[in-house]
């Protein structure tokens, strides 16, 4: 049984990954060679990547996966939905890519709204219209008249800097273009008035380059340091969502589902054909960007794992504790004892004791305050099901679907209680896993490229032969609904 590798790579916004998978034509295995922490750095009052230690771990892999793995077919990388690197009139990168948790974004947003409101920005987008994302950042050093801004010639995105890095060859890779909040959806063309209404260059965009195109081969001189044959750089879905979204094993047309990719972010979508803009859409902060093979990607951003995992940095200052003993204290806690908006700027925001700012929400709500692990991992995760509850609600009423299965993607999709809590509070069928999906979106679309499947739709059957699901149906209907309306009453307060 011959089997051809592939070389896949993950960066996560807290941590990165390179994955084998080898394919023999009829299922593939998956082979993680290398994983690194991504920790951003703070230099002064900026937060920064750091992107020449991410180059430098993605060198390391390519190294590894070839002492592994004689031969590699391809590589192909998936990173997070925002930020990027400017490089000068001599192709040098001029500084770190500022990390989307800066401060300066946000408070600079305020005068960017005073050019352009946000609802105006949405009806020319579509997109998720947060300071986090490109146009902010790109305006913001425009505003304090950086040098980075004034020098820059190109704009790469975190994942098509790592792809020039490797091969000399600039591009926009199209689905992580469509976050950036530059790109009209529904014209398909950059949206040059906002440039332009912002005093941005529209000369420092490169041309697009699309999921299952080769960019090129390793270039020599990087080829020549790892002692390695050059081979292809192929550009999946770059923006992580969209490779996940891409590794969903549906494989019934018939069936209406939506997808929950689980990680430091959560986002709640359905696949679809048409961009769906509107006042109402707006306002629940619904957005749109693209999915493979001109599909749409309808969705909704919810503040992910990123409580919990600040929560256990906490923890961790104290003890060693480890995510299923989390679990099983989350377990053992008194059930719906109180709640929190995830989805609050504080709970978003890195803090130094996220365990003290969901006391502090409780407190002033009028609730129970959490005081051991258990009672506060409750807090949060019992919250979090119940956002996923309030904004299914509307992801079927935007879409005029009404959704019978939900498949949950991404690290989170261990916490196996969690999932079958996301079950409970929904009411739907729940498929769970796999957990690495984005790698497989990933995977996918190399395999397409280099001709071993047609489609996307081909490629999914694949997946659901080749993957672990486990399958949960709600229980204690009653009792989540009656918190459910608790809970709505709670945050319509806020």
């Not at 020319?124 to 980075?148: H, M, V, W």
Request: aromatic share 12%; charged share 25%; proline share 3%.
């Amino acid at each position: 049984m011959v089997f051809k590798n592939y070389l896949i790579f993950d960066f996560g916004a807290s941590n990165g990954r390179a994955v084998v998978a080898s394919f023999n034509g009829k299922k593939f295995l998956l082979d993680e060679v290398h994983r690194f922490d991504n920790r951003p750095v703070y230099i002064g009052e900026n937060l920064f990547w750091d992107v020449l230690g991410l180059y430098s771990e993605l060198k390391i892999s390519i190294q590894k996966s070839l002492n592994k793995y004689s031969n590699i077919e391809s590589l192909g990388i998936d990173t997070w939905g925002s930020d990027f690197g400017l490089l000068d009139k001599n192709g040098k990168l001029i500084s770190n890519p500022i990390n989307y948790r800066d401060e300066q974004s946000l408070r600079d947003s305020k005068s960017l709204y005073r050019i352009i409101d946000e609802r105006e920005l949405f009806g020319l987008t579509g997109a998720d219209i947060s300071p986090i994302f490109d146009l902010f950042r790109l305006y913001s050093l425009k505003k304090n008249d950086e040098t980075a801004i004034r020098h820059a010639k190109t704009y790469l995105s975190v994942g098509d800097l790592l792809n020039y890095f490797l091969t000399g060859k600039s591009f926009n890779e199209f689905t992580r273009f469509t976050t950036n909040v530059i790109y009209n959806q529904r014209v398909k063309k950059i949206e040059t008035s906002i440039l332009e209404r912002l005093g941005l260059s529209k000369e420092i965009f490169p041309g697009f380059i699309y999921p299952g195109q080769k960019i090129g081969d390793i270039y020599g001189k990087v080829s020549r340091e790892l002692e390695i044959k050059p081979f292809s750089v192929i550009t999946p879905s770059s923006h992580d969502t969209a490779s996940a979204v891409a590794g969903v094993p549906s494989i019934n047309k018939d069936i209406r589902w939506g997808f929950i990719s689980l990680g430091t972010w959560a986002c709640l979508g359905i696949e679809n054909n048409k961009v769906l803009i509107s006042d109402d859409i707006y306002n629940c902060k619904f957005l749109n960007e693209a999915g493979v093979e001109d599909t749409n990607i309808f969705a909704k951003n919810i503040n992910g794992s990123w409580i919990i995992q600040q929560c256990r940095n906490k923890w961790l200052k104290k003890k060693e504790i480890y995510w299923d003993e989390i679990v099983a204290l989350t377990e053992k806690a008194n059930p719906f004892s109180s709640f929190i908006d995830v989805d609050q700027p504080q709970f978003k925001a890195q803090q130094v004791d996220m365990p003290a700012i969901i006391r502090d929400y409780c407190k002033n709500s009028g609730q129970k305050i959490p005081s051991s692990i258990g009672d506060v991992s409750r807090c949060v995760y019992e919250s979090l099901c119940l956002k996923f509850r309030y904004y299914l609600k509307f992801l079927e009423k935007f879409s005029g679907q009404q959704l019978e299965l939900l498949h949950i993607t991404g690290g989170g999709a261990q916490n196996r209680l969690l999932c079958q809590w996301i079950s409970n509070a929904t009411g739907k069928r729940v498929i769970v896993g796999p957990i690495e999906a984005t790698s497989i979106g990933n995977l996918l679309i190399q395999l397409k490229a280099n001709t071993e499947i047609n489609n996307i739709e081909e490629g999914r059957r694949l997946n659901y032969a080749s993957s672990k699901l486990y399958e949960y149906v709600p229980m204690e209907s009653a009792k989540w609904e009656e918190v459910y309306n608790r809970f709505v009453n709670l945050i319509s307060k806020r």
